[in-house]
């Protein structure tokens, strides 16, 4: 919505549309992966599906963290350290926005080789413990709605801070739109 406003075109691609297309690719490059958030049993469901669906993948290390998990604290670097312990290639992060997105900075900044994804509720869906919105809903980039409609008591603070930020972004969006207006002319 607010590359529309800025005038700039950019697809979107929820991180659980990459899950299945880029474990298909590890398995065929042999790089291990990690999963790292939701739940114990989400984690074994999920990465038992996986592993059946993409022949060769390896999923060696699965990791769920505890409720106030803080995304550079000392348990950060615990997570971290096993991720190389592991020699781990590709980490998918189901950690919920913003503590996934902290974390990968946090990670990258200690760990040159290590990929991340952050995949939200990706795992979940695969799990078979989320019911992911329906396409004409993610049509419309309103996924969020739909989650936020199923599980309001957990997402609705989570997603009131998230929110707060977008009058700043719609100015930052119209701001490119007019400058680039200005420069073309």
């Given at each position: 919505w607010l590359s529309n406003i800025a005038g700039v075109r950019v697809d979107l691609l929820p991180g659980a549309d990459l899950i299945r297309p880029l474990c298909f690719l590890a398995a065929s490059m042999k790089v291990r992966i990690a999963l790292l958030g939701s739940s114990d049993e989400t984690l074994a469901a999920a990465s038992s599906t996986l592993a059946s669906q993409c022949p060769g993948l390896d999923v060696a290390l699965c990791i769920?963290?505890?409720?106030?998990?803080?995304?550079?604290?000392?348990?950060?670097?615990?997570?971290?350290?096993?991720?190389?312990?592991?020699?781990?290639?590709l980490c998918f992060l189901a950690l919920g926005a913003p503590k996934q997105e902290l974390f990968a900075a946090y990670a990258v900044s200690k760990l040159d080789n290590l990929g991340l994804v952050s995949i939200g509720a990706g795992l979940d869906f695969i799990a078979g413990t989320q019911t992911r919105a329906p396409k004409f809903i993610r049509l419309f980039a309103a996924e969020w709605l739909w989650r936020l409609s199923t599980n309001p008591r957990r997402l609705g603070l989570r997603y009131a801070r998230c929110i707060a930020v977008i009058p700043r972004l719609f100015w930052s969006a119209l701001k490119v739109r007019l400058n680039y207006q200005i420069a073309s002319r």
């Open positions: 769920s963290p505890p409720m106030g998990f803080d995304p550079s604290g000392a348990l950060a670097d615990t997570f971290i350290s096993q991720l190389e312990d592991e020699d781990i290639g």
